[in-house]
């Protein structure tokens, strides 16, 4: 039974890692890139739960998603098709905007906006509302990992997360 279960977890290993950036596959990677030294799945995206064309919302795909990024990972600069709303449920995330404007909402119910190029720490009860184009990413630079929870509203034909490549003149898909 024990090496049912082992093999099992390879089998989950080997499909998350497999998983493209940026899938809506039930359990996969967001897109990430490895810190050097690191050998764990940086991030692990596990979909808890998906409706294509909710009420209202024709078009698009209403999406609940735990994100669990390992120590020292970075996800790569993305946007997401839609809008994200996102709370850290445990650790602390370097979280960065390379353009556009997040709507933070700190544990303590205070609200700020972050416009960027800015970069600030958001913990455990920390929110942030990500709307369409607006170009980010989060880092996990402690020893522990950090876990989101979040939910998001994007177009049906489109991936939860576009990675973007970002030059001196503009951001490119």
């Not at 190029?117 to 607006?134: C, I």
């Amino acid at each position: 039974m024990r090496r049912i279960v082992s093999g099992l977890s390879f089998l989950l290993v080997l499909t998350v890692t497999a998983c493209g950036a940026g899938t809506n596959a039930t359990t996969g990677t967001a897109p990430a890139r490895e810190s050097p030294g690191t050998t764990a799945v940086p991030v692990v995206k596990e979909t808890l739960a998906s409706e294509v064309d909710p009420p209202g919302a024709p078009g698009r795909t209403l999406t609940l998603a735990r994100y669990t990024i390992a120590p020292d990972a970075q996800l790569s600069p993305h946007i997401h098709p839609g809008v994200q709303l996102a709370s850290i449920q445990a650790g602390t995330l370097t979280y960065t905007v390379v353009s556009g404007t997040a709507t933070l909402t700190r544990a303590n119910g205070t609200t700020d906006e972050v416009t960027g190029p800015a970069t600030v720490a958001l913990d455990a009860g920390d929110a942030v509302a990500e709307n369409d184009g607006m170009v980010h990413f989060g880092a996990n630079r402690t020893g522990a990992p950090v876990v989101i929870l979040a939910t998001l509203l994007t177009q049906s034909d489109s991936d939860l997360a576009v990675t973007v490549t970002t030059t001196a003149t503009g951001t490119t898909r």
